[in-house]
């Protein structure tokens, strides 16, 4: 067992780190809610992105919630109060987003967490809706 990190806004340093998910390679996501970013590390513990910041617009974190990424590498961060799944390459570059608030198909109503599995469907923790909505990612891209 280790520890990393301490609190704080400097890379490496964490204001009430949220959710993590590790990929095929070992390398750790964090979300770093209260600085609104996006911490990515190594399995080695060495830093390797760290993306994201405050606002009111796509590209950018009002409340980030679960964190997951797919096969293509891309990171998929859910978003409590932009009601939507926003998608980021390793750079911390905005690719996409998809949902917005409501209670249809598709829609969100405070989304808080995500899951990828092996064959890229897309699980979606829609907590204010009581429910989990699945997709199934078409195309990814390249690498």
């Known amino acids: 067992m280790r520890t990393e ?5 400097e890379k490496g340093e964490f204001n009430f780190p949220t959710h993590i998910c ?4 070992g390398n750790a ?3 770093d809610a209260m600085n609104f970013r996006v911490q990515v590390f190594n399995k080695d513990g060495n830093l390797l992105s760290v993306f994201g910041s405050n606002g009111d617009g796509t590209g950018y974190f009002a409340s980030p919630k679960g964190i997951a990424v797919d ?5 998929y961060i859910a978003d409590a109060l932009f009601h939507a799944i926003q998608i980021f390459d390793i750079k911390g570059n905005f690719l ?7 209670q249809g198909e598709g829609e969100f109503w405070m989304p808080n ?3 990828i599995d092996s064959k890229n469907k ?7 809706n009581s429910r989990i909505q699945i997709f199934q990612l078409i195309s990814g891209g390249t690498k």
């Not at 990190?5 to 806004?9: A, E, I, L």
């Not at 590790?22 to 390679?25: A, C, E, L, P, Y």
């Not at 096969?71 to 990171?75: D, K, Q």
């Not at 996409?96 to 409501?102: D, I, M, N, R, T």
């Open 5 to 9: 990190g301490s609190r704080g806004k």
């Open 22 to 25: 590790i990929d095929k390679d």
């Open 29 to 31: 996501y964090v979300v």
């Open 71 to 75: 096969s293509y590498g891309h990171i």
């Open 96 to 102: 996409y987003a998809f949902g917005e608030q409501g």
């Open 113 to 115: 967490g995500v899951y």
């Open 122 to 128: 897309i699980y979606i923790a829609d907590s204010y």
